[in-house]
């Protein structure tokens, strides 16, 4: 029996689809060629989840007592925007994309905005997680979270615990007085083990969520959403706090890059090293900092690997958990073919719990929904997923390949000795600035 919580949310989103139908029915001139609100035929949706993880939940919509059906199809990370903006130009959308975190910016304005009159910020907020308003705007939500996949650590259990680690670090203070014991070196003097991968963006893998996290640790929003105008602004240089010399941004750059700066004492990582996955996959790097839903690429490419998961370090002094995470949402697109079981199915979501939970068991991440993350969890790794999960926060990435880039960029000017840390990020942020629309 569902909860009077979720029935209110069922009953709100009935009167959406209603209200939602009739106005599409006016903008019908827009490229849709369906009108009706009678739910019938098939619902094309796009993202990039893999098509197998997918697979069992649409054999059991398509094969039950349904009035319409569901196609899915896999787009990878790197084309789905572009592919997005050709069918919108070639008239053959998708009517839904399972949309992230990075590239909702991109094309926000083709998607349907539910109004804050038929699902209010109040709700949105008491359902789902506190990153997940990432998928507000002005107008309304723009997806409906499913879920998310924060940053957290893998540890190495053999080399804690032949360092007489009784527990792992849990602040990046703790990670600097590890340093000197966890890592070492060959007979060369070269890193044979290192204790973490930092410093560098050729070889750390999620080098941009890492930055990412820590700014936002450091309280820098990297991008500062202007609900009145409903534009982005580049805050990726920060400013001064009172009384220091240097932005807490600065202060998180430097310490990120002390970690490759063989003349500092956090010294543990260069760019001549496998990349950070394939060193803790040898049993070489005691902590990798990596996605939630790598948990089953690497228990199956080194099964005898002994490691544990652990939330993302954080400051010594911070009020509360902050990780980075990539959220994934159920958006309906404007132009949408069928538009009106398009958005009939956004609203099971919304409506259903089960399909949110379901999800996340197949695709190893963490639901969106807060009442599905207070469930008690047996399984320890997915334990600490859930907990990443409410400590989890993105920015309104305006295109992911240019801000890596952006991100490469800016580690490699200091690096290189071409810019200071000041410098390097006060050309960071305007070159952000200028993708940001």
Same mark, same amino acid.
């Given at each position: 029996m569902k909860s009077s919580f979720q029935t209110i949310i069922l009953v709100v989103f009935i009167i959406a689809f209603v209200v939602a139908i009739a106005i599409f029915s006016g903008l019908a001139g827009s490229g849709s060629s369906q009108t009706s609100t009678e739910l019938s035929g098939i619902v094309t949706i796009w993202g990039t989840l893999p098509t197998e993880s997918m697979q069992e939940y &649409? *054999? *059991?919509f398509n094969s039950g007592r349904n009035d319409y059906s569901l196609n899915y199809v896999q787009l990878s990370p790197d084309l789905i925007a572009q592919s997005i903006t050709s069918a919108l130009a070639e008239g053959t959308p998708p009517d839904i994309v399972l949309v992230n975190s990075e590239i909702i910016s991109q094309f /926000? +304005? /083709?998607l349907y905005p539910i109004p804050y009159s038929l699902f209010s910020e109040r709700l949105f907020r008491d359902t789902y997680t +506190? @990153? !997940?308003q990432l998928f &507000? =705007?002005?107008e309304g939500v723009r997806a409906v979270p499913l879920v998310i996949d924060p940053l957290v650590v893998y540890y190495n259990k053999d080399i804690l615990a032949r360092a007489n680690y009784a527990l792992p670090p849990r602040s990046w203070d +703790? #990670? &600097?007085s590890s340093v000197g014991v966890l890592t070492t070196r060959d007979i060369a003097r070269g890193i044979d083990r290192s204790t973490i991968a930092l410093g560098e963006a050729d070889n750390v893998l999620h080098f941009r969520d890492i930055l990412s996290a820590l700014f936002l640790q450091a309280g820098n929003p990297i991008v500062q959403y202007d609900a009145t105008r409903n534009v982005g602004v580049s805050q990726l240089a920060g400013g001064t706090v009172a009384g220091e010399e240097v932005s807490p941004t600065q202060s998180a750059l430097s310490f990120f890059l002390s970690f490759a700066d063989p003349n500092l004492a956090p010294y543990s990582w260069n760019r001549g090293l496998p990349t950070s996955l394939d060193m803790f996959l040898s049993g070489r790097l005691a902590f990798y900092i990596g996605r939630a839903s790598e948990l089953f690429a690497i228990q199956a490419q080194n099964p005898n690997l002994n490691f544990d998961v652990m939330e993302l370090f954080q400051p010594a002094n911070a009020v509360r958990p902050i990780t980075y995470g990539s959220f994934i949402g159920v958006s309906v697109m404007k132009s949408a073919p069928n538009f009106a079981a398009a958005y009939d199915f956004a609203a099971r979501v919304s409506a259903d719990p089960t399909i949110a939970d379901f999800f996340s068991k197949q695709l190893s991440m963490p639901p969106a929904r807060r009442s599905l993350l207070l469930v008690q969890q047996q399984n320890p790794y997915v334990d600490v997923f859930f907990k990443a999960a409410l400590s989890a926060f993105a920015w309104r990435d305006p295109n992911p390949v240019a801000t890596e880039a952006i991100f490469r =960029?800016?580690? %490699? !000017? #200091? %690096? !290189? @000795?071409?810019n200071n840390v000041g410098t390097a990020l006060n050309e960071a942020t305007q070159r952000l600035q200028s993708y940001i629309r």
């Open positions: &649409l *054999n *059991n /926000k +304005d /083709k +506190d @990153g !997940s &507000l =705007d002005a +703790d #990670v &600097l =960029d800016m580690i %490699t !000017s #200091v %690096t !290189s @000795g071409r």
